[in-house]
C-alpha cells in the first residue's frame, strides 16, 4: 500500500503522524511511504531520517492526499485538509467526531473511511489509542493549572504544594480515568492537596488504594462536585464518555461559587468540554477568564511536547497501521474487532453510534459493512 504522511498545521501542533522508524516498519512490510518535506521538524527528525528509513519526500501535502491510500495523521484533518480527501482513501488519525459537526459533514461528503485514534478499543474496554495523549495531557494539565494561577496570567496567585506554615492548594480532578489519574500523581507529587471525583465504583477503589491516603477519593454526584468545586484552587475537566460529547458537569452558575482567580482546565475540551463555559483554545493563545475564572481548553496540549508524544503514540498507532497497509481496512477490521471499533465514517455513512446520536445521522454499524 502506498501510506502518507503530512505536516500537521493546526495551531502550535508539532507532532507528526509517522516516526522515521515507523518509515521503516512499514516499508520492511513491503509498503511505500511518501512523507511531506518537513513534517518531522517538530520532533527533530529531518527529511534525510525519513529518507535514510526508506522514505520518499513530497514538496507538498496534496501530492501526498492525492496520490495516498491511506494517510496517517495526528490531529482531526482540517478545512483544507478534508477538501482533499476522497472516496477510497482512508484516514488514520484523531477525529473527535461528537463535538464538531463541521468536520464530520466533510468526512461524509469526502466519501473517505476514516478510522479514529481515539474509539479503537482494547481487550478490557480500553482505548489504548488515546491513553498515551491522555497520560501526557493529565500530566501537562498540572503544570498548565500552576501556570495559570500565577498572578501575572490572571491566577488568584497559589503555589500548588503551598510552603511550611502555608496550606497548599486545593486541586480537584473530575474523571478519575487515565488523563485523572496523571493529574493527580502530579498534583499529589507537587504536595497539592488532591480530591478525584468518578462515577465508576471500580475506579474509585483503585485509585484508592494506589494514592493510599495521598488523594482522596468521592462519589461525583451534583452536590459533591459542586461543593468541591466552589472551594478549588484548581479544578481539572478529565470526564470521558468513548466518542460521545462531553456531559457540561460546572456549570456557568457554579463559577460564581468559585474563589476569584481560581482555575480550570478543560482536558475534556477535545469531545466538547466539560465546563458549560469552555470553548476550545489554542497553544497560541491558551487562557481566558468568565466570571473572574480562569479558563485553560487546548484540544491538543500533546502537541507542545511534540517528541515524547509522537513517540509514545506511534508505540500504538503502529501496530493497527501495519495491520491496514498488509490486509487492507476491510480484512484488518474484520479480523480485529478493537480496530472495527475505530471505524467512524465510511463512504457517506456514521458507523460510530455515539457520533450519529450527537450529531443526527443514521448509524449505521461497521459490522453490517464487513460483509
Ligand atoms: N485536550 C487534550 O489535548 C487531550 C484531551 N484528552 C481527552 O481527555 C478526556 C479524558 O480521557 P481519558 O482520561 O483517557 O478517559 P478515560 O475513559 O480513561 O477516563 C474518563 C473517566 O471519566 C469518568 N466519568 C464519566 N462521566 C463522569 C461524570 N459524570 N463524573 C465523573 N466522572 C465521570 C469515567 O468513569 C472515567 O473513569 C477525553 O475527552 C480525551 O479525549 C486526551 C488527551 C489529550
Ligand atoms: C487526544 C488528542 O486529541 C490529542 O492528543 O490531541
Ligand atoms: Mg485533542
Redesign the pocket.
Known sequence: MRVGTVKEIKNHEYRVGLTPESVRELVAHGHEVWVETGAGSGIGASDEDYRAAGGTIKPTAAEIFAECEMVVKVKEPQAVERAQLRKGQILYTYL?LAPDPEQTADLVRSGVTAIAY?TVTGVDNS?PL??P??Q???RMSIQAGATALEKANGGRGVLLGGVPGVLPAKVVV???????FNAAQMAVGLGADVTI????PG?LERLDSHFEGRARTLY?GRAALAAEVAEADLVIG?????GAA??K?VTRDMLKTMKPGAVLVD?????GGCFETSKATTHAEPTYVVDGIVHYC?????GAVARTSTYALNNVTLPHALRIADMGWKAALKANPHLAAGLNVHEGQITYEAVAGDLGYDYVPTESLLG
Not at 238 to 242: E, S, Y
Not at 298 to 302: H, L
Open positions: 473527535h481515539e482505548l488515546l491513553k495523549m491522555s501526557v495531557a493529565g473530575i474523571g478519575g480515568g487515565v488523563v485523572g471525583l468518578d462515577r465508576d475506579v461525583s478529565a470526564v470521558l464518555v468513548p462531553a456531559p458537569l482536558v475534556a475540551i477535545d469531545q487546548v484540544a491538543n496540549m500533546p
